[in-house]
């Protein structure tokens, strides 16, 4: 499943079984934190910047969010993906959060590609360990904050680069 790339340094794959292990290792720690965010009262307590973008993707749900200047000051991003979110299952604070705990569990996934693309699987599985119990990880994917897409994307962006590198097209 992870079998290093042709080009990279020649290590042993890691098994599916270790990969799939991790990941649930990830999914399980991201979901329990979620389990214990809803039954404490900070989950639907808002702070100012969660306020801001839970605000906006209402208002892109409603089809009015482009249209306000107060969405203008943080990244709107973020703001256009709640919305799309929010149009899709209603206001559902729940969703995103398990969307979030998703993603996070796929960026765990990007560090274990990284890993094979440098040829060396093993960090990349002791990477994806150590980003699974990282406090950080866990408490923003029960959060209204960007910061799980960011770690994310610059994890996928990261792997593309390398996988794009690994090719002899670049093309």
Do not use: C
């Amino acid at each position: 499943m992870l079998a290093a790339s042709p080009g990279r340094s020649s290590s042993i794959p890691l098994k599916p079984i270790v990969v799939f292990g991790t990941l649930a290792i990830v999914l399980a720690l991201r979901l329990a934190h979620l389990s214990a965010a809803m039954l404490g009262p900070l989950s639907y307590q808002p702070g100012p910047d969660e306020d801001y973008y839970l605000r906006f993707g209402q208002a892109v749900a409603a089809g009015a969010g482009q249209n306000s200047p107060e969405f203008t000051s943080l990244d709107p991003a973020y703001g256009y993906l709640l919305g799309a979110i929010f149009n899709l299952v209603g206001v559902n604070l729940f969703a995103v959060y398990l969307v979030q705990a998703l993603v996070d569990t796929a960026t765990a996934f990007g560090i274990l590609v990284i890993g094979r693309e440098l040829g060396r699987p093993r960090a990349g599985l002791y990477g994806a360990l150590l980003y699974a119990v990282t406090a950080t990880a866990i408490m923003y994917s029960s959060t209204l904050l960007k910061a799980i897409w960011v770690a994310s994307f610059l994890t996928w962006w990261v792997a593309g680069a390398l996988m794009l590198i690994g090719r002899e097209r670049k093309l």
